[in-house]
Every structure is written in C-alpha cells, then in structure tokens.
Nanobody, 130 residues
Framework: QMQLVESGGGLVQAGGSLRLSCAAS????????MGWFRQGPGKEREFVAA????????TYADSVKGRFTISRDNVKNTVYLQMNSLKPEDTAFYYC???????????????????????WGQGTQVTVSS
C-alpha cells in the first residue's frame, strides 16, 4: 500500500519561496494522480494543486495560480510543490495526497475533490510571516 511523506515546510517571509516534496512508496505511483491540499488555522482543508498520473495535466486553486507549480518525478517517486511569492494567507498545514481507492486501485486523472484521494501524508507546516 502506498505511503506518502512530505518535507520542505518551514518559516518564510512574505514574498519568499519554498519547495515542498512528497516521497511515495509503492509501485503504482507513476500512474496515480497526486494532489496538494492545505488546512489553515480554523479553516477547512482546501485544494491547492493536482497533477495527473503522467504529469501532462495540472490544475490549481485560483488563490495560488501563477505562484505555485506542481510537478512530479516518476523515477524518484516524488511530487513537488514549488511555492513562490508566498503570502501570509498561505500559512497552513500542507498535505500530499494520492488518488487511490481500496489500497490497491488508483486513478490517473487530476481532481480537486479531496474525497477522491484515498492516501494522505502526515503533512508539513508552512508559515509565512508578514
């Protein structure tokens, strides 16, 4: 069964950049759509970005479009989230997720719906100071 481990979070000043990484174990990663979600203080978990299994299709939340870039390396079994021009409102716990179902099924299309992701990492904190 796939497992996900995020890294790269931290404290950064507004206008700065961070790159989050999500390392995946399991043989289905290269065909599995991946997503990034975040949950800020007192807020519900929200969609940030997603990428298809082949990496040929991406989608972003309006709030991060033009500032964040999702990418994947199917050789390294890793998905990335490059975050530029960070704002204080980007402060949140960031989670990586895989579109899996039942532990062994997967979906290749990117999705913005967190209910369609069956495997989640433990998250990494991103704090942007003003």
């Amino acid at each position: 069964q796939m497992q996900l481990v995020e890294s790269g979070g931290g404290l950064v000043q507004a206008g700065g950049s961070l790159r989050l990484s999500c390392a995946a174990s399991g043989h289905i990663f290269s065909n599995c759509a991946m997503g990034w979600f975040r949950q800020g203080p007192g807020k519900e978990r929200e969609f940030v970005a997603a990428i298809s299994g082949g990496g040929d299709s991406t989608t972003y939340a309006d709030s991060v479009k033009g500032r964040f870039t999702i990418s994947r390396d199917n050789v390294k079994n890793t998905v990335y989230l490059q975050m530029n021009s960070l704002k204080p409102e980007d402060t949140a716990f960031y989670y990586c997720a895989a579109r899996t179902s039942g532990g062994r099924y997967y979906y290749t299309g990117a999705s913005t719906d967190n209910r369609e992701y069956g495997t989640w990492g433990q998250g990494t904190q991103v704090t942007v100071s003003s």
